[in-house]
């Protein structure tokens, strides 16, 4: 099934527009020519533009090639070589510029038209006035609009890619809002799970504790095993929850909620609740970014955690150790006794999802420390080294472009690489990597400058390479005129040194045929001069005969008129 194209009404408004231009300028050279033919100089030229300015739209470099046939048929008219075609011409190749992005197949098409219009002039043996209007005015009809066209081209995509990019930029923002939205959900999962993780384990814990009372019934008991339960079944569904919710890795889990508790406060708590714990500080306590003292807060946090679900019953020995520079944090749990269950489930996949000892791993690293976890001969030990001062570690993932949690959505964070790579004002990163919509607008933009460079330096060129050829004829034509009232002050018989003063510097060298053959007396050897200015229309000559250096005849040549 053959699908055609509907033009628009908008475009077919267009295109009746323009054409109505082109005719009315067409209707008025007719009228101003007088004479001119009817079907030739009227319906013709009509019927091609009915036909051209569709086609501008769907082959434009054709429709320049039918309006320029126009231009060439006036260089067969014997009066002038102009007409009001020329104006068709410069829009039609305005259109082309306009419409085609590549250069080079217009250029074929306009160094096509140029050189038929010259064919035109070379077959019909034309004027030299005729020769200068192929030369200079029908280029120039060609080839300036075209460039002004690409100019308008280049323009329309620099804006329209603009809007582009800024609509891009409005969505992609958006998408920014919603992830620092989603990470904000995650990381304060994730602090629900750190704190109220570790207070259910310590309730369940201190509930377990209580069976063991002489003093409960066995109903007491029953009841406490099953708030025990319960108890588990909540931090199971935690740790679930905080699966679903928190980011994959190389977010941003460095910030999140202030913690109230003191490392101090936190095992208070869990030696109150009856934990089989022993711990000691060595060292100098140094002055330590928030971030840090969190980061040894949830390192003791989870090993807590995780100790008291897997091993309730072993002795847990923590150990802070102030260095120069770091601070190193041990905790170890003793190893099980054999009828007591073992570690299979600590370590980096512990949990429900896997988000215990991995997404503290994630927390040290981006403090710029290191976290070492496994068994042993004295048990399961969870080792933590973190620096004073919270500095990433190079090669760890840095947060995306996105707003830092608990940070008001639309305030703007720091510039990244690329970002600051896509602004055409700041200085590239290096290393970084410019973004696309980046690279695009730069390309579009180098693309209207050149273009816009071309509308300039190519008059310029077309202007050194046909202005001498121009003026020389030029000069030639204006410096071989012959005034009418001088012509009827040369006298026949007179020598050549007292009519001098009245004859040009030169004679016309480009008389016609008809003219230059015409018969002549005997012996004799013919002068032309031109009896006008006009440059572009023609005039009547004066031919001058002489035998010797005496004035043997003059007669006038008529003009070629239609």
Known sequence: MLHTRIPSTRSVCGD???????AAATGYGFWDAGTASLVVDLVLPLAVLTVAVPWSRR????AVVLVNGLCALGLADSATPGNAHVLSLAALSCLLGARVAAARRPLLVLAGCVAVDLATCAVLRTQPAWWFYALTVLPAALLLPWLAGRHWRGRRELVREGWRLAQSMEERQHLVAERARLTERADIAADMHDSLGHALSLVALRAGALELSPDLTDRDRADLAELRATIADAVEQLRETVAVLHDPPGTDTEAGLPVNDTLEDLLGRAIASGVPLRWERRGAVPPMSPLVERGMYRVVQEALTNAVKHAPDSAIRVRIT????RTRVSIVNAAPSAGDPVHAGEGPASGAGGRGLTGLRERVTVLGGSLRTGPDEDGFH?????PHQATARPGT???GPVTAPGTPVGTRGPA?????????DTDTVPGSVIPESATRLASIRSDARRRSAVAFVAPVIAAV????????LAWQLTTSVLPPSRFDALTVGRPRTELAPLLPARAYPYPPDDAHFASRPPGAHCEFYRSGRDLLDQVDLYRLCWSGNTLLTKDTVPASRP
């Open 16 to 22: 009746v527009a323009l054409w109505g231009s082109l």
């Open 59 to 62: 082959r434009p470099g054709a």
């Open 322 to 325: 102030h260095e120069a520079d």
């Open 382 to 386: 969870v080792t933590a080294v973190l």
């Open 397 to 399: 993932p840095t947060p």
């Open 416 to 424: 990244t690489p690329s970002e600051t790579a896509s602004h055409p």
């Open 465 to 472: 390479f046909f202005m001498p050829s121009a003026f020389f």
